[in-house]
């Protein structure tokens, strides 16, 4: 099945050329060359990205790879400028980062719904003729030309914004978690893979508090590799302040399937071993007093939870507060 998210577009982009200014004379009775009236020409269109909190995707852009904004229009006679280019507006989800391709530097990052960020810049119009007039020269025979287009490869990347990632494996039970804690309404189910694009959800915290969670699809061993859906989720977590790591009460080996999943994202990016980060012990209503007992030795900090039975969910919202502030 092909997902329809979309995390990472590339776009070639121009914009549009500035119009030239043109050389122009007056036209007046008795007068072989009335006094210059060339007009300046347009600016030509920009590319401009700006946010909007509705989307959740970069797939609008996927298909449009080359997009080019307007010339500017040239100037004309009577000093009248020409119509300016219009600009391309690209509509991007928030958490969206541009980089310049060929130089892989960031050239901004989309954070607000609104915001606006222009990528390449519109040509300045040429003046026209009428502003060359001078003491020593009453009739300038020149104008200038409009500015060129600018071409510009960039990438766009979307990271998902949340305070708290859900990281574990396929079926640890994280959209049930974000089900519970949340208003969000993920797909649950009992096969692996169910979850295939993050899901949001924000959780409400004692009166008038709240913080974001994300849902991502399960990793797996090898994910750094692209096995699994493949490392495009592990981006995600970058933006994450926090880690809530889920390791499900009845797996084989939680202790193993948690290095796992610290490994995964070492090698994604060892930066992401200096999160703060939680672990919590999922489905903990399906095993009996004494495996709890144990598991609790093996992960003495851990927050043993079930999101059937809401046990110790508060502590869980709690824990995730102290370490988000
Ligand atoms: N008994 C019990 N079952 C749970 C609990 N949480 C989740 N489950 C079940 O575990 C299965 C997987 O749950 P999901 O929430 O879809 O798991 P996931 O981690 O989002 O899975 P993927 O999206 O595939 O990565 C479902 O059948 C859930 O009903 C729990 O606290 N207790
Ligand atoms: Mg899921």
Redesign the pocket.
Known sequence: MKSPFVDHVVLYLTSGKGGDGVVSWRREKFVDKGGPDGGDGGKGGSIIAKGNAQLWTLLDLKYRKFIKAEDGKNGESGKRKGKSGKNEILEVPLGTVIYDADTQETIGEILEDQQEIIIVEGGKGGLGNWHFRSSTNQTPDFAQKGQPAQEKKVILELKVLADVGLV??????????LSVLTSAK??????????LVPNLGIVKYKDFQSFAIA?I??IIEGAHEGKGLGFQFLRHIERNAVLLF?IPANSDNPLKELQILKNELHQYNQALDFKASLVAI?????IGNQDIKKLKKLFPDAVF????TQQNIEELKDRLWQLLN
């Open positions: 574990g494996f396929p079926n640890a039970g994280k959209s049930t978690l993920p797909e649950i189910a009992d096969y692996p893979f169910t979850t849902d699809p399960g889920l999922s489905k903990c209503d399906l939870i079930s999101a059937v």
